[in-house]
C-alpha cells in the first residue's frame, strides 16, 4: 500500500507540474531537459489537452532559442493533436486547450514573419481572430498582430482630448502580481515625466474574479475591487485614470499583463511592450518621445 501511494503521489506530480516545469527549462534554454518532462507526462497521462498545451511550449520555447527544426516539428505535432481534441471538447471549456491553440497560432506568426513573409503572418492572424471568439484567444492573436503592426501607426482607442500629448498606456490587472511589481517605477516615472507633460493612464477590464480565481464577483463589485487594489498597490498613482474599458484592453491585445503603450504628441505608437520592460528602457523610451 504503501509503494501505492508513493507512485499515485509521483503520478500526481507529474501531472500537475509538467508545464510549469517545462517552461522553467526552457526559460534555462535547456530544449532536451524540457522534451523529457513533456515525454514523461505523456507515458503517465497520454495525448490530453494538457499535454498539448505542453507540447505547444516546446514548440514556442524551441523558436525562442533558434531551433527552427524542432520548433516546426512541435508546433505540426500541436496543430495535429488540437484538430483531434476539438472533436470532443472546445476552448470555451478548456483552458488547456486554448493554451495550445494561442501558443500553435502565434509561433506559426513568428515563424513566418522571421523568414521574411510578415503580410503572410498578418493575414493569417487576422483570420484567426475572426475564427476564434473567446477572449484569451482574442487578445492573444491581436498582440501578435500589434507586435508586427502597431509600432509607427496612430493609437487605436485613442481619446479625442488626449490629442497632441504624449501618453503612456500602462494596461493592468487588479490579479496581476507582475504589475504590481512595476508600481514603484511607474511612481518614479510620474514624479519624473509628469511635470515635462507626460500623461499616464491605466486602463483595465472585468475579469469576474475576485482576489483569487475562484471567487467569482458581479461588475459592481469588481469595479469596486479595482478601485480597492488601485488604491492600496499603486499609491504613489493616485489621481491616475484607471477606467475600465474591454474594448481598448482588446484591441491593444493584453492577452499578458502589464502591457506597456508609448506614444507620441501625433498620436502615433512609438513603443508596444507586451512583456516585462526595465525601468532604464523605459525612461529611454519616454525621453525619446519628449526630445521630439
Not at 520548433?71 to 495535429?80: F, I, P, V
Request: hydrophobic share 40%; net charge neutral; glycine share 6%.
Amino acid at each position: 500500500m504503501k509503494r501505492l501511494v508513493i507512485l499515485l503521489i509521483a503520478h500526481l506530480s507529474v501531472f500537475a507540474a509538467v508545464i510549469p516545469e517545462a517552461r522553467n527549462k526552457l526559460s534555462a534554454g535547456d530544449l532536451t531537459s524540457a522534451e523529457a518532462i513533456v515525454d514523461e507526462y505523456y507515458r503517465a497521462s497520454g495525448a490530453n489537452s494538457e499535454y498539448a498545451a505542453a507540447v505547444s511550449w516546446l514548440a514556442r520555447g524551441a523558436f525562442m532559442l533558434n531551433n527552427t527544426e524542432a520548433a516546426s516539428r512541435y508546433l505540426n505535432e500541436t496543430k495535429h493533436l488540437i484538430t483531434d481534441l476539438l472533436k470532443t471538447s472546445s476552448v470555451e471549456k478548456d483552458s488547456f486547450l486554448t493554451t495550445a491553440v494561442g501558443a500553435s497560432i502565434e509561433v506559426e506568426a513568428r515563424m513566418l514573419a522571421a523568414h521574411g513573409q510578415r503580410d503572410k503572418a498578418v493575414a493569417m492572424l487576422e483570420s484567426e481572430f475572426v475564427r476564434w471568439k473567446t477572449w484569451p484567444l482574442q487578445a492573444r492573436i491581436q498582440k501578435n498582430i500589434n507586435l508586427l503592426t502597431l509600432v509607427g501607426k496612430s493609437a487605436p482607442e485613442l481619446d479625442a482630448k488626449d490629442a497632441g500629448k504624449p501618453i503612456l498606456l500602462f494596461l493592468w490587472a487588479h490579479w496581476c502580481g507582475d504589475c504590481k511589481a512595476y508600481a514603484s517605477e511607474m511612481t518614479r516615472v510620474r514624479q519624473k515625466y509628469e511635470s515635462k507633460g507626460l500623461l499616464i493612464k491605466a486602463p483595465t477590464r472585468r475579469y469576474g474574479t475576485g482576489r483569487s480565481e475562484d471567487e467569482r464577483l458581479t461588475p459592481e463589485q469588481e469595479d469596486r475591487l479595482i478601485d480597492d487594489v488601485w488604491n492600496e498597490s499603486y499609491a504613489g498613482l493616485r489621481g491616475i485614470s484607471h477606467p475600465v474599458n474591454e474594448g481598448l484592453m482588446l484591441r491593444y491585445g493584453v492577452s499578458s499583463t502589464p502591457t506597456m503603450v508609448l506614444i507620441d504628441r501625433k498620436g502615433i505608437v512609438q513603443m508596444y511592450r507586451p512583456f516585462r520592460l526595465s525601468d532604464a528602457e523605459l525612461s529611454r523610451q519616454i525621453d525619446r518621445i519628449l526630445q521630439d
